[in-house]
């Protein structure tokens, strides 16, 4: 399978690589090099002005996460401040990455919870290899923040007036 996919030839993935890689095992024992060769991850959830288990912390206070949303799972704050990509999800890994330029006091709470929502979202839905991502179900979740559509706004606003 993953010779074929090596050489862009489509491949069904079968149930029982799906459930492996889904295993704590599997997840534990790779992890660290993925985190190792990612060149982008500060290694760290404590930001300069925010802590991002603060945000978890406020989304499972408010039922909008659960703790096996989250299990096994590892978050970080990027090195860059990009405003294109506010967050990134390895549902194989269960990495989040949030960026930097949200760690900032200029940036509220509810605009951070709701990245770090968004990404955990991801968590939820699992690895799926050659599924679609954000689905129906998917923004369903996503609609269930509240503010959800002033958050959206917001970003798009941090993202046009810092010019990026």
């Known amino acids: 399978m993953l010779v074929r996919r090596s050489r862009k030839q489509r491949t069904a993935v079968p149930a029982s690589f ?3 890689v889904a295993t ?3 997840v534990i024992s790779r992890r660290p090099t993925y985190i190792d060769r990612s060149r982008n991850l500060l290694r760290t959830d404590i930001g300069d002005h925010a ?13 909008l996460l659960t703790p096996e ?3 096994n799972s590892w978050f970080s704050w990027t090195r860059r401040d990009n405003l294109r990509r506010l967050g990134f999800c390895s549902t194989l890994f269960r990495v989040v990455g949030i960026s930097s330029a949200l760690d900032s006091p200029e940036v509220p709470d509810s605009i951070r919870d709701y990245v770090v929502y968004h990404e955990c979202l991801h968590l939820r839905q699992g690895y799926r290899p050659g599924g679609r991502i954000h689905d129906a179900e998917f923004r369903r979740w996503e609609r269930s923040y ?4 002033e958050c959206e706004n917001a970003l798009r606003t ?3 007036r810092t010019g990026s």
């Open 18 to 20: 799906c459930e492996y």
């Open 24 to 26: 704590d095992d599997f």
């Open 51 to 63: 802590f991002i288990p603060d945000s978890i912390q406020r989304l499972l206070d408010a039922g």
């Open 69 to 71: 949303d989250i299990r």
């Open 146 to 149: 509240p503010g959800w559509k």
């Open 158 to 160: 941090l993202h046009r």
